[in-house]
């Protein structure tokens, strides 16, 4: 397996711009989540989902931000308007139920607003 | 709400050096433990796992224990080698819930 697939790695945007992050989990993982990494708050849940549903999307800072798994090999991430504070390491990361696997990461997309 | 601490957050140790890096929890009641491996502009990759009925897990030159009462876990990482600079996490959940993370120690091993 190729492992969990992130695009872009990198992401240059101007404020106001509408930015969509995109992830392909590892093959038959039920469970998929977005994290936000910075310096200053380390590594943060945005949202994750279960079988293609939203479980709990609390760590969503604001509206501006939405994400979607229309099926199991697919799920995106988007920001709309972008602001510079939204500037991070966005990483997507997949596993097989809560029991004893391991969560499995993608190489994450750096992402930068002017 | 869970919350994971690790200290130091940095640290800088000669190559051959055995070090031990800290994680602490402030919710005991955690289903798993997991030590996690971050190297610069890459993901995390998943070292050591350890659930809450173990007390440790070895790999390698690694090894990682667990105190659930105390709310503590270590990682002791045996002969350092420069290849072992990287950022470490510690990350733990409880039931069916998602990992909750420390901010990491930064390890540099010098040659």
């Not at chain 2, 690790?6 to 289903?31: K, M, R, W």
């Not at chain 2, 224990?65 to 510690?90: E, F, M, N, V, W």
Request: include cysteine; proline fraction near 6%.
């Amino acid at each position: 397996d190729a492992g969990v697939i992130q695009s872009p790695r990198h992401e240059v945007t101007e404020m106001g711009q509408e930015v969509t992050l995109r992830c392909k989990p590892i093959s038959g993982h039920d469970y998929l989540f977005w994290y936000r990494q910075t310096m200053m708050r380390g590594l943060e849940l945005l949202i994750y989902f279960n079988n293609n549903v939203p479980i709990d999307d609390s760590g969503m800072p604001e509206d501006r931000f939405s994400a979607k798994m229309p099926n199991a090999s697919f799920s995106t991430l988007k920001i709309q308007p972008s602001e510079p504070r939204d500037s991070a390491v966005y990483f997507c990361a997949s596993r097989l139920g809560f029991s004893t696997d391991t969560q499995y990461f993608g190489p994450g997309t750096r992402l930068t607003v002017l | 709400k869970q919350e994971v601490t690790q200290i130091p957050a940095a640290l800088s140790v000669p190559e051959g050096e055995n070090l031990v890096l800290n994680c602490s929890f402030t919710d005991s009641a955690i289903y798993n433990l997991q030590w996690f491996r971050q190297d610069p502009g890459k993901g995390l990759t998943s070292l050591l796992l350890i659930q809450s009925s173990q007390r440790e897990q070895t790999s390698g030159r690694l090894n990682a224990s667990l105190d659930k009462s105390s709310g503590r876990s270590t990682l002791y990482i045996a002969a350092s080698q420069p290849g072992d600079s990287a950022t470490y996490l510690c990350a733990v959940n409880k039931g069916n819930t998602p990992l909750v993370f420390g901010k990491g120690t930064r390890l540099s091993v010098i040659a």
